[in-house]
């Protein structure tokens, strides 16, 4: 069942637009992550669905009616903000009960749903205490509280944990994740943080210059990009990217890089023609490296240790460099000489659009793989 449905939404300010013809459908329970570069229009988007701001043109349905002239109290949407907005002189009782007073709730409803929606969320033993009597992690929860207080059929989540040091990110992301999974209410999020993203969504909307550049699962913006944006934005560190040039168009390409040399790649190229220029792309975790003879292969940059992992930095003879992701204990030097070595099975490449060549799906590759995951994730939860 569609929940929520966005039909062509643009969004102007003054001679700029924000948002161009978003089209998106969103399915009643499904948690839904917006993510995208500063000024992608994350927010804004949001902003429309709770009724904060208008559209310009385009149409935003919820449960197949049109509510784009509706009050943001009409729409049954709640709101939980990046900044907490608490009142310092009311008690955690009286913040989550505020948004149910304006609205004139009878009294027995009112205190029903404030215990219920306080349990929910671990706050029942700290009703009576004040704002400032709480920690970071309770008064965001006291701020989602007044949003679910209020039985909203969606809750909308503007970056609500990028003021939380990175310990109490992780709690909360985990308290949001179970509080999803223990409502099924439909939720949609916004943040930059791709940990979040990848963590909590059944979907993720990528979102760049005003546009949506892919929807899907997070395992398939990580291991299908759509285009090199998502490519590169998803990931951390980011995906390699080399100049690579088509040799032979057709259902297989041929293809010549600097690393790989000539090689024969299962990538449609047909809608293309020879001597094409393309991005070739590969994840530092599907890059390997081997000691090179004398002065052949690439220098080692720079070593980054992480603890549970290492970092290689290359020079490739690119602007940037190629990252390796290695164990902890390869024991690479910076000025050490190596060979690389590319899973080929994991390769991606890019026209000069930006746009994925496709391919054969892998194998192993399951479209039900993702529901099992996330299943995973919410029972470990």
């Not at 939404?9 to 948690?31: H, P, T, Y």
């Not at 509706?70 to 949407?77: I, S, T, Y």
């Not at 220029?277 to 590969?282: A, P």
Request: with cysteine.
């Amino acid at each position: 069942m569609i929940k929520l449905k966005l039909d062509n939404v643009n969004k102007q300010l003054g001679g700029m637009r924000i948002l161009r013809d978003v089209s998106l459908e969103i399915a009643a329970g499904e948690f839904v992550v917006f993510v995208g570069p500063s000024g992608c229009g994350k927010s804004t988007l949001l902003r429309l669905i709770a009724g904060l701001d208008s559209i310009c043109a385009g149409d935003l349905l919820i449960d197949g009616r049109r509510v784009n002239d509706l009050e943001p109290r009409e729409r049954g949407v709640g709101m939980v903000f990046q900044s907490y907005a608490l009142y310092p002189h009311m008690s955690v009782y009286d913040n989550i009960s505020f948004g149910l007073k304006l609205a004139k709730t009878e009294k027995t409803s009112l205190r029903e749903r404030v215990l219920k929606t306080a349990q929910i969320l671990q706050l029942d033993r700290l009703l009576q205490r004040k704002p400032k009597e709480l920690s970071g992690g309770q008064r965001q929860r006291v701020a989602m509280g007044r949003a679910m207080a209020r039985e909203p059929d969606i809750l909308l989540f503007d970056e609500p944990l990028s003021n939380l040091d990175a310990s109490l990110r992780v709690q909360m992301r985990n308290e949001i994740a179970r509080l999803h999974a223990r409502l099924g209410t439909t939720m949609i999020y916004v943040t930059h943080d791709q940990v979040e993203a990848m963590t909590l969504a059944d979907k993720i909307v990528v979102l760049n210059g005003g546009r949506i550049e892919q929807v899907g699962s997070p395992r398939e913006l990580y291991e299908r990009p759509a285009t090199r944006f998502v490519a590169g934005f998803l990931g951390s560190p980011r995906m390699n990217f080399l100049p690579a040039f088509l040799h032979t168009p057709g259902e297989t390409s041929l293809v010549e890089s600097l690393v790989l040399g000539k090689a024969s790649l299962p990538f449609d190229s047909s809608g293309l023609v020879a001597d094409t220029q393309l991005s070739l792309g590969i994840r530092p975790e599907h890059v390997s490296l081997k000691a090179a003879q004398g002065s052949a292969g690439v220098a080692v940059t720079v070593v980054e240790y992480l603890g549970s992992e290492t970092y290689v930095h290359l020079d490739t003879g690119q602007q940037e460099p190629l990252i390796c992701r290695c164990e902890v204990n390869a024991g690479w030097r910076v000025g050490d000489r190596v060979e690389l070595q590319l899973e080929t099975d994991n390769l991606h490449l890019f026209d000069v659009d930006g746009r994925a060549l496709s391919r054969p799906p892998k194998a192993t590759e399951n479209p039900s793989d993702d529901a099992i995951l996330r299943s995973v994730r919410a029972g470990a939860l």
